[in-house]
């Protein structure tokens, strides 16, 4: 069995938890309240600007020349691909494209997590944190899709992206390298590569979270 298999297993509890919270729930039935939304993309567009610079950092660090091209790559599509989506969210859903925002919370201790072990943890650790972000997304995505009767859903964007074949192979070339590199390790690295990607799933799963709860610095409320 690979080694993204076995994680998966151990992450499905919090997986199932995912597909049940109002936030995710209500996403896919079209009937999330917009500031719920709007606070969401908000804070998620913050995440992609950071998230895109670990994963071309990450690419910096790999010895594949393959790897190290992709992972630039995937940084890109982070920071330009979907912040063009955003954009176009912003004008949708009534947010200000230039207006400052605020790092709140989850979104902070996601960023930094993140890009601490992409820092200072090896390669193989840094990848297995990155993973979630891909692949959690592209799960929920495929389950929203599976869900839909029509084109009603005024959230319909945001689930075609994610459950589109475009974002689909760049999850399984981040999959690959990540087993490949497990393969080629020892159990210590294995383990620590683990629980990296349970701690990047439970931020997933706090990320949605906090946009439901409204989840704000308490100077900000």
Not at 37 to 46: C, H, N, S, V
Request: net charge negative; with cysteine; proline share 3%.
């Amino acid at each position: 069995m690979k080694w993204t298999e076995h994680v998966w297993k151990d992450i499905q509890p919090l997986y199932n938890k995912i597909l049940a919270m109002p936030f995710i729930q209500e996403l896919k039935g079209g009937t999330l309240p917009l500031e719920k939304f709007q606070f969401y993309m908000l804070q998620d567009a913050k995440y992609l600007e950071h998230y895109g610079r670990a994963l071309a950092a990450l690419g910096s660090k790999a010895m594949d020349i393959d790897m190290a091209l992709d992972f630039f790559e995937f940084g890109k599509n982070a920071l330009v691909v979907e912040k063009a989506l955003h954009e176009a969210y912003f004008q949708q859903f009534g947010l200000e494209q230039q207006q400052e925002i605020t790092i709140e919370p989850t979104c902070h201790h996601y960023i930094h997590f993140l890009k601490s072990t992409v820092a200072f943890d090896s390669i193989e650790v840094a990848t297995a944190a990155i993973l979630p972000c891909f692949w959690i997304y592209k799960e929920v995505g495929d389950y929203i899709l599976s869900q839909q009767t029509g084109d009603a859903n005024p959230y319909k964007n945001w689930i075609d992206t994610y459950s589109g074949e475009e974002f689909a192979e760049g999850v399984k070339k981040a999959l690959a390298y990540t087993d490949q590199l497990a393969e080629n390790t020892t159990q210590q690295i294995r383990e620590a590569m683990r629980q990296a990607f349970i701690t990047a799933s439970e931020l997933e799963f706090m990320f949605w979270d906090a946009a439901y709860q409204n989840r704000q610095w308490l100077a900000n409320r």
